[in-house]
């Protein structure tokens, strides 16, 4: 499987700030990939050099094999995005939105009706498309922003912050049209997000802070390397508990005892089958290893 985003040594200063320094990663083609970093760690200043919107001070991305400083228009052509903050024109009608975006990329006439109707087909917004955007909900408005950055049929698909604040039915729905895209068109989606449900599905992880990438890998490896599983027994009492010799911590009716992988588990289970009538096995969470690998939660916080 070939790389189809690679960036090497990105550096991108503002004044004294150093927004991005010495970032290298690479993405390859169909994965979910997970860009992770508190607000201002430098995620949105490497999107916007990759899309070319923002120069970078040095270093090179490449794009689906086009260097961005040679090619800067072909790249444009490989990359869909949608931003925190829509980018609509709140006066025009969805469909006239919709339209002008299309033009951009030479979309106009029958091909752009034939665009117009899977999309509207697969993110269910044909009973709007004569609405000015101004009036539509949060939800509609973002599903017309996806529609957008699909309208050209891109290679790479950008979600910068996509669901934030949309009620869980058109999260549902925006990530069903996501995988969907994936599994049938092979697409990339690089993808930027504060939940952490969505990074924990992704095929690969970058963590960055101060512009610097701080950790990296498969959920799974994090959660290995930062965090702990747990095994929950309920209904035993606290002395049976003790003779387990481990750590534990009491819960709502139970206990919960850290463990550093399943085979522990197991182990403990065979050793005293007659306390594990009730329990269950928990693996960490990427909310702990987000914070384990920074310090930091994802609102910007420092470890308390």
Known sequence: ???????????????????????????????????LGINGAGKSTTINIMCGQLSKDSGEVIINGYNL???????KKEIGIVFQSSVLDAALSVHDNLESRAALYGIIGKDFDQRLNELADILEFKDFLKKTVRNLSGGQRRRIDIARALIHKPKILILDEPTTGLDPQTRKLLWNVISDFRKNENMTIFLTTHY??????SDYV???????????GTPHDLKNTYTKDYITIYGADEDSIR???????????????????????TDMILRSPELFIDYEITKGRMDDVFLAATGKNLEGGERK
């Open 206 to 216: 970058v963590i960055i802070d101060n512009g610097k990438t701080i950790s990296e």
């Open 69 to 75: 400083d040679k090619n800067l228009d072909l790249v």
């Open 196 to 201: 952490m449900e969505e990074a924990v599905e």
């Open 243 to 265: 003779k387990l010799s481990s750590d534990y911590t009491m819960i709502k009716n139970g206990y919960r005892i850290p463990i550093s992988n399943t085979k522990e588990a």
């Open 1 to 35: 499987m070939k790389n189809i985003i690679e960036i090497n040594n990105l550096s991108k200063s503002f004044g004294d700030l150093k927004a991005v320094q010495d970032l290298t990663l690479s993405v390859r083609e169909g994965e979910l990939f997970a860009f």
